[in-house]
């Protein structure tokens, strides 16, 4: 019954734009932890973005200046804004939520593809 549902995935040319979005429930939205993972063929998993209760935000280093996360709390709903993309961003994306000592879950998955 605890779902992250990800949205905004598909195709973009490099230096595109594209906005992902994961919804969830309000008790996960406004207790956890939320964030983006990633995870490119033959990678592992990476983290990408992740946002507090507060506003509080994390970047990866590849990210930084280009991904934007925020959070909706009207809407239960935390976005990953990504401008400049690269190729290299290519990956499946999975919206992530997590709370220590409580528990950790993960949405399906949207794919994002950056080619010309």
């Known amino acids: 019954q605890v779902q992250l549902v990800e949205s905004g995935g598909g195709l973009v040319q490099p230096g595109g734009s594209l906005r992902l979005s994961c919804a969830t429930s309000?008790?996960?939205?406004?207790?956890?932890?939320m964030g983006w993972y990633r995870q490119a063929p033959g990678k592992q998993r990476e983290f990408v973005a992740r946002i507090t209760t507060g506003g509080g935000t994390n970047y990866a280093d590849s990210v930084k200046g280009r991904f934007t996360i925020s959070r909706d709390n009207a809407k239960t709903t935390v976005y990953l804004q990504m401008n400049s993309l690269k190729p290299e961003d290519t990956a499946v994306y999975y919206c992530?939520?997590?709370?220590?000592?409580?528990?950790?879950?993960w949405g399906k998955g949207t794919l994002v593809t950056v080619s010309a």
């Open positions: 309000r008790s996960i939205f406004s207790n956890y932890l």
């Open positions: 992530n939520s997590q709370r220590l000592g409580q528990g950790v879950y």
